[in-house]
């Protein structure tokens, strides 16, 4: 097996994470890899990557908060933010104690996002940025820039850039998991979703990066199609 392919086997969405800290220089060493090695179209950034890091861990607890899954799901959003901290710390409790429950009275939560470094992917004007204003090139950014409203062009760059940094951490001995199931609260408002406030469509994921919980049991669903149903020749 290529080297390749044992980083692309290694990678994995994983729900939870070590608390220990890879250390920010390794994660600056894959931003900037990525930075170099990832294309982007035109060589217009339309996304913004926030980086919330282990000193954010309280906040990354309230996103905990808004990405809840399970049947009751749509009751826990209407709950006072007392009674939703209340079931997430049971949850916690069921989760990690000796059962390793998923569900918590018809709760589960997406604790992925409370990684060691959280990397959230927002949308952004692609405007030519001061170092390629100084190029000859101007004329070119002038007829390409992309908007808000060119969400396509955006999230398949962000894509392409957050797959590339799971297999840069990968390479690393590091897990990066990707979570878009959550929901925007106005009364639990925090600033790592915060770019939420100007459309859904304004975050294209979260990526949580950090070692793997290995005491952890996980679930790997393989039901994917065979090649020859989504691909014709």
């Not at 217009?44 to 996103?63: F, M, Q, R, S, T």
């Not at 990397?119 to 030519?128: A, N, W």
């Not at 990066?176 to 106005?186: E, G, I, M, N, T």
Request: aromatic share 14%; glycine share 6%.
């Amino acid at each position: 097996m290529t080297e390749l392919k044992k980083l692309m086997k290694f990678r994995e969405n994983i729900h939870h994470f070590k608390a220990d800290d890879p250390g920010k220089h390794k994660i600056q060493q894959m931003l900037q890899d990525a930075h170099d090695l990832v294309p982007v179209k035109n060589n217009l950034w339309a996304y913004h990557i926030d980086i919330y890091g282990p000193e954010h861990k309280e906040e990354k607890e309230l996103v905990a908060l808004q990405t809840v899954t399970g049947y009751e799901k749509k009751a826990f959003q209407s709950f006072p933010f007392d009674e939703q901290q209340r079931i997430y710390k049971e949850w916690k409790e069921a989760r990690y104690g000796p059962e390793h429950k998923t569900n918590y009275k018809g709760f589960s939560f997406n604790h992925q996002v409370t990684a060691p470094y959280l990397l959230v992917y927002c949308q952004k004007p692609g405007y030519p940025t001061e170092k390629q204003l100084k190029t000859k090139c101007t004329s070119k950014f002038k007829t390409n820039l992309i908007t808000y409203s060119d969400n396509e062009q955006w999230m398949i760059a962000a894509s392409m850039h957050g797959y590339g940094m799971t297999l840069l951490a990968a390479e690393q001995g590091l897990h990066a998991s990707f979570c878009k199931c959550y929901y925007h609260s106005y009364s639990n408002f925090t600033k790592i979703l915060s770019p939420l406030k100007h459309g859904w469509k304004n975050v294209a994921f979260l990526l949580g990066i950090g070692y793997k919980d290995t005491d952890m049991p996980y679930y790997n669903s393989k039901n994917k199609p065979d090649l020859d149903e989504v691909v014709t020749w």
